[in-house]
């Protein structure tokens, strides 16, 4: 078993930045994809971020790409979303999940493709 547990969210004002971290423990591979994904009030879940490792291959959902960076400190066995220029529209609650195998392309950002999720951490982007 893997447990994930996210952190770092809250209120923050447009424009403004926040950084989400992911903490793994438990049965990690030495080879696993981690992934942030979004699910806001009445809207179904989105793929946000995710990165493989080792390689640290990442891929990143449209509506985030140039604003959200997904990084991993392996040492720590935690991967973090760096999120800048927040719109009111990421305005949801973030999940960490993982899968214990490399995802290529569409694959990663299919949720049905991981195989654990952490609790989830709001974000909330408002003046």
């Known amino acids: 078993q893997v447990q994930l547990v996210e952190s770092g969210g809250g209120l923050v004002q447009p424009g403004g930045s926040l950084r989400l971290s992911c903490a793994a423990s438990?049965?990690?591979?030495?080879?696993?994809?981690t992934a942030w994904f979004r699910q806001a009030p009445g809207k179904e879940r989105e793929f946000v971020a995710a990165?493989?490792?080792?390689?640290?291959?990442?891929y990143y959902g449209d509506s985030v790409k140039g604003r959200f960076t997904i990084s991993r400190d392996n040492a720590k066995n935690t991967v973090y979303l760096q999120m800048s220029s927040l719109k009111p529209e990421d305005t949801a609650v973030y999940y960490c999940?993982?899968?214990?195998?490399?995802?290529?392309?569409?694959?990663?950002?299919?949720?049905?493709?991981?195989?654990?999720w952490g609790q989830g951490t709001q974000v909330t982007v408002s003046s």
């Open positions: 999940a993982l899968k214990n195998a490399f995802c290529a392309g569409y694959g990663c950002s299919r949720s049905e493709e991981y195989d654990y």
């Open positions: 438990g049965r990690t591979s030495s080879i696993s994809v």
């Open positions: 990165i493989n490792w080792p390689g640290r291959s990442t």
